[in-house]
């Protein structure tokens, strides 16, 4: 049986980030533009795009959502250029408590799905990178999922791509696409940014699509190569370091052809899995 082509016109864009939020702002406003110039229906931004990334800046610069100067750009970003937005990241207060959050904005300008990052990166690697999202953030505790044109897609944030568990849950949702703006760093990035999201669409037959800043040279530094992964696990799209949008036509059919031909969520022993009691350590 011939299948119907579904197709959805994608761009990331792997936006430079410095301390001043205006120009942050701006220059994303500018990469919008350019990457509707390309033909892209969904446009998706980097985790913390309008702030450095630290601990210490995510007080400094959160705000809250829906009425904040980064709200405002992404909502007439999303309507000038006729477009789904994923607004990448930014710090997030509500009730004293602060998150890191993605938002997603349709083509009227409209808040349609809000995301807050629910594992939080709190890592140590001696000689390497240490990080405590937890002294500063509170961790959401929802999905969030939006819908384009009769495809669903589900939002994660970077240290998520880690807990195949949360991918899962999407693609039980029905989910085709998943996205995760992140910011991964020059001690994980190389060994893990691009296997996790292999993995993550291999699981569950689904695109992949994450988004880093573009690597800086102070701070906290950005791994960059944002990509695109296809539900096969193979990368249709990749950034190298600096500022760069990457363009890819996703096909959908991709998700039915490979459900189909390789059924794992049919063929899943859950008859055994619910049987056996595990604690993880
Ligand atoms: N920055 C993150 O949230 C995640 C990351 O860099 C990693 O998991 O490694």
Not at 180 to 186: E, M, R, T
Request: with cysteine; net charge neutral.
């Amino acid at each position: 049986m011939q299948s119907v082509m579904r197709t959805i016109r994608t761009a990331l864009i792997q936006s430079r980030v410095g301390a001043n939020r205006s120009e942050n702002l701006e220059n994303a406003r500018k990469l919008i533009s350019q990457a509707k110039t390309l033909g892209a229906q969904l446009i998706s931004l980097p985790e913390c795009f309008n702030s450095p990334y630290g601990t210490k800046f995510f007080n400094e610069y959160a705000e809250s959502i829906p009425n904040g100067p980064t709200s405002e750009m992404l909502s007439k970003a999303a309507k000038d250029n006729n477009v789904y937005l994923v607004g990448g990241t930014f710090p997030e207060i509500e009730n004293s408590k602060y998150y890191n959050t993605c938002t997603v904005w349709n083509p009227e300008g409209k808040l349609i799905a809000k995301y807050r990052k629910m594992h939080l990166f709190d890592i140590d690697i001696p000689g390497g990178i240490t990080f405590k999202e937890s002294d500063v953030l509170a961790a959401g505790n929802s999905l969030a999922t939006f819908d384009l044109e009769g495809t669903k897609i589900g939002l994660g944030i970077c240290y998520d791509l880690r807990f195949e568990e949360l991918a899962k849950l999407y693609r039980l949702q029905g989910v085709e696409i998943l996205i995760y703006p992140a910011a991964f760093n020059l001690t994980t990035g190389p060994l893990h940014f691009e296997l996790l999201q292999r993995g993550r669409a291999i699981d569950n037959q689904v695109f992949v699509l994450a988004i880093s800043p573009a690597r800086g040279t102070q701070g906290y530094i950005a791994w960059g190569h944002s990509q695109i992964t296809n539900p096969w696990g193979k990368v249709i799209g990749q950034a190298k370091e600096g500022e760069e949008i990457v363009n890819v036509d996703l096909d959908l059919t991709e998700c039915d052809k490979v459900r189909q031909q390789i059924p794992i969520f049919s063929q899943r022993r859950n008859d055994i899995y619910d049987t056996i009691k595990v604690g993880i350590k």
